[in-house]
């Protein structure tokens, strides 16, 4: 499972936290730094984080009361795609 964190320039202090907050609690997650600028296919600055497929309803539930005004993608097969947030 890969977790993409989009966040627009002005809310990078959230999304920073938020990243600080999924190493703390999600010591086996492989997290990306904060990207800030458009590269590829990305509409928004973002930094991503990979996952075992078995921890996502554990972390979709850990991620939805903090994820505050992110969007947040998260890729659960290659077909397959959750958003939190405002969908980009």
């Known amino acids: ?51 075992p497929e078995h921890d996502t309803d554990a972390f979709v539930d850990w991620l939805k009361p903090r994820k505050g005004v992110l969007s947040i993608r998260i890729d659960v097969t290659a077909t397959k795609s959750i958003w939190l947030g405002r969908k980009l």
């Not at 999304?15 to 590269?39: G, Q, T, Y």
Request: proline residues 8%.
């Open 1 to 51: 499972m890969i977790v993409y964190v989009y966040y627009p320039l002005r809310e990078r202090l959230t999304a920073d936290l938020l990243r600080d907050l999924m190493i703390e609690d999600w010591p086996k997650a492989h997290i990306s730094i904060l990207i800030d600028r458009l590269i590829d296919d990305h509409p928004l600055p973002h930094f991503h984080c990979k996952l």
